[in-house]
């Protein structure tokens, strides 16, 4: 694990992660596609590991009824996923995509498999979840 830096597009926000994780996930949901345009990369860190600047122009949208979103004001960039329910799951889902170096990240694993926008595969085998597994294992028990 390292320390790595990331920003938004515009550099309105930028964050630090200590004890960074050397693997990332995908994300093939509905939301995720919409969020991004495409699917999500991000990397699961420790909500206590990760420090911002520029937070007053963070914007967060409770995009779910266990999750939010958050994005540059300014320039629009995804920034995070975290999920809010239960609580104690205190941690970031990190994009990717803001990191200024990825170089080193291990793609280990996917999320709604069976949700990927059509012709579009990823190399390699890894972890992965259908839409019924991801409900089933993370989802509150009042949504199931």
């Known amino acids: 694990m390292s320390t790595r830096t990331g920003q ?16 990332f996930g995908v994300c093939n949901c509905e ?7 495409s699917s999500f990369l991000g ?3 420790p ?4 420090s ?14 266990w999750a939010e979103r958050a994005w540059c004001k300014r320039c629009g960039s995804a920034l995070y996923y975290h999920a809010t329910v239960p609580p104690g799951m205190d941690a970031y889902q990190i994009a990717v995509g803001a990191l200024d170096d990825a170089e080193g990240l291990v793609f280990a694993s996917e999320l709604f ?6 012709g579009v595969e ?7 979840l259908t839409r019924a597994e991801v409900f089933a294992k993370y989802a509150p028990e009042a949504t199931q």
């Open 8 to 23: 938004c597009m515009c550099g309105a926000v930028r964050f630090t992660i200590t004890d960074c994780p050397d693997s």
């Open 31 to 37: 939301m995720c596609r919409r969020w991004t345009g």
């Open 43 to 45: 990397m699961t860190v």
């Open 47 to 50: 909500v206590s590991n990760v």
């Open 52 to 65: 911002f600047s520029g937070e007053a122009q963070i914007a967060t949208l409770q995009s779910s009824d």
């Open 113 to 118: 498999t069976d949700c990927r926008i059509p």
């Open 122 to 128: 990823y190399a390699g085998t890894r972890h992965g």
